[in-house]
């Protein structure tokens, strides 16, 4: 079985600091992979997605997040963050084999400092 | 931009009893999901379901749990007969197709508090 693990649980920054948040899963087979953000009082929306290819992607907002796959990460990053980044943070995977369920990391609330 | 909707937003309980919680997935999405999220953990897989029976679901799911779409527009998790450790948030998803390649779409969740 799958799992995702998130390093961080909070992180507490200033408008205009970088932004990491590390992801790594453990899974024997390929994997798509996800992060997921949560706004506060908003629902779970999708960030960036990584199926295949280009190991660097980007999605919305600024963030982009790169696959290692020697390392098993999809590590999520964002140069200069805004106080509208405060959120909590998931990443997630599916095997590409079979089935579609999500795996969840434990997410990571980040707190961006106006 | 469609969405996927859930009520109630909030759901008190006493435990034993029986609640079914609502989610109207986006109109021309085919796989639909269940997740839990219990307050200080994991966002959890609980159940997916397409052409109107289960394809997957988690350990979590037993027979206190069960899903239907009545009715071609509403998706309902019903849960028997409810414990304390059933309190989450609970979250219906809904995407195009399978295969992990198409985007899941949350819905807002129904808090569930079973006293």
């Known amino acids: 079985a799958q799992s995702v693990s998130q390093h961080n649980h909070h992180v507490i920054l200033s408008e205009a600091a970088s932004l990491e948040l590390g992801c790594n899963y453990s899974?024997?087979?390929?994997?798509?992979l996800f992060w997921y953000v949560q706004y506060p009082g908003q629902h779970l929306q999708l960030l960036l997605k990584?199926?295949?290819?280009?190991?660097l992607v980007k999605g919305i907002k600024g963030f982009e997040a790169e696959f290692i796959k020697s390392k098993f990460s999809f590590n999520l990053r964002k140069p200069s963050v805004q106080w509208s980044d405060t959120a909590e943070y998931f990443c997630a995977v599916t095997p590409k084999a079979a089935g579609n369920k999500l795996t969840f990391g434990g997410g990571t609330r980040v707190l961006v400092k106006p | 931009e469609p969405e996927v909707t859930q009520t109630p937003s909030h759901q008190v309980t006493q435990m034993g009893q029986e609640v079914i919680l609502r989610c109207v997935p986006i109109s021309n999405h085919l796989y639909f999901y269940w997740y839990r999220q219990i307050l200080g953990q994991k966002v959890e897989f609980l159940v997916s379901f397409y052409n109107n029976e289960i394809s997957e679901k988690s350990e979590i799911f037993d027979d206190q749990f069960s899903v239907e779409r009545p009715d071609g527009s509403n998706f309902t998790l019903k849960i028997r007969s409810t414990k304390l450790e059933d309190s989450a948030m609970y979250f219906c998803a809904s995407s195009p197709s399978a295969g992990g390649l198409y985007e899941q779409y949350f819905g807002p969740g129904t808090r569930l508090t079973v006293t």
């Open positions: 990584y199926f295949s290819g280009d190991p």
């Open positions: 899974y024997g087979g390929t994997v798509n």
